[in-house]
């Protein structure tokens, strides 16, 4: 679920300033290969995780400066990044690694995970709350803090004004600009640690698409939070409930491709009634 929670801050954050990104996908991919590739050559679980983190913010270049210099549409935009990551990935696997799939070595250093030893034994708590990497951690944390700088600080302020009226917020003296720039920056490394701890912290190899579409959840997460991290992450606890279910399910005999089907249903069906509830919200405001 850290991946999904991660990159649904970053899509909260990128919205928050207007610009909607559905690139979430592809830098999620990005980071996942830059922090393996990371911690291959460096042998260091930290470094590969930095390197994921630095890799996915440059990477979120393009669409910060397309959005904001170049006056793109960002949907034309993060389409192009996602399209640009799936195969740059698998480009560079062959260049970096000679191989094609998937790249495993014992020369990759894994984020280790965090166990609680009082509660470790303990049935569901001890799941939940210990065997956890700091990444996992950390993204709890950044939940509160995304929402406390934005919603209980100036810069949150500022974000929220060049999201809902741009032009007044630069009448107010606002470089509505550089604001979004940095903040899409900061929400690419946000992908980036999402992708460290896919790749890192949960399987300890890369292949090729691995993101699985983890990114389009956290669209769909944002898209039901209204841009809001706190309820992006209650969407992102449904979402992850729902996958648990799939797994057992599939311990229950049923087909795999049935239950892997499962989340992403879910999310269809989010979706549809965050539709549903919007047409009908507009509606009453007109009648």
């Known amino acids: 679920m850290s991946p999904i929670l991660l990159a649904a801050l970053a899509g909260s954050l990128c919205g928050r300033v207007g610009i909607f990104n559905i690139?979430?996908?592809?830098?999620?991919l990005v980071g996942a290969f830059a922090s393996i590739a990371g911690s291959f050559y460096t042998g260091s679980a930290l470094l590969?995780?930095?390197?994921?983190?630095?890799?996915?913010?440059l990477f979120s270049l393009i669409l910060a400066l397309g959005t904001t210099r170049f006056r793109g549409d960002s949907i034309v935009i993060s389409v192009g990044m996602n399209l640009l990551a799936s195969g740059l990935t698998a480009y560079l696997l062959r260049v970096l690694f000679d191989t094609a799939g998937t790249f495993s070595s014992p020369e990759i250093?894994?984020?280790?995970?965090?166990?609680?030893?009082?509660?470790?034994?303990?049935?569901w708590i001890g799941w939940i709350f210990s065997r956890q990497t700091p990444?996992?951690?950390?993204?709890?944390?950044?939940?509160?803090?995304?929402?406390l700088v934005m919603f209980r600080m100036p810069l949150g302020l500022r974000m929220r004004g060049v999201g809902q009226n741009p032009e007044a917020a630069r009448t107010l003296g606002v470089n509505v600009e550089r604001l979004q720039l940095w903040t899409v920056v900061?929400?690419?490394?946000?992908?980036?640690?999402?992708?460290a701890q896919l790749s890192l912290g949960t399987v300890g190899i890369f292949a090729e698409d691995m993101s699985a579409g983890r990114g389009w959840i956290a669209v769909v997460a944002v898209m039901l939070a209204r841009n809001h991290p706190a309820w992006a992450a209650f969407v992102c606890l449904v979402f992850a409930m729902a996958d648990t279910a799939s797994v057992q399910l599939q311990a229950q005999g049923l087909p795999n491709q049935l239950t892997d089907a499962v989340p992403y249903v879910i999310t269809l069906a989010a979706l549809v009634m965050g539709s549903l509830r919007n047409r009908k919200r507009r509606q009453a405001a007109l009648a």
């Open 135 to 147: 990444i996992t951690w950390a993204a709890w944390i950044l939940t509160i803090l995304v929402t």
């Open 186 to 195: 900061a929400a690419g490394a946000l992908t980036g640690l999402a992708g």
């Open 109 to 123: 250093a894994e984020v280790k995970r965090i166990v609680i030893r009082a509660i470790n034994t303990t049935p």
């Open 23 to 28: 690139a979430l996908e592809g830098q999620i």
């Open 48 to 57: 590969g995780v930095l390197s994921g983190i630095l890799v996915t913010a």
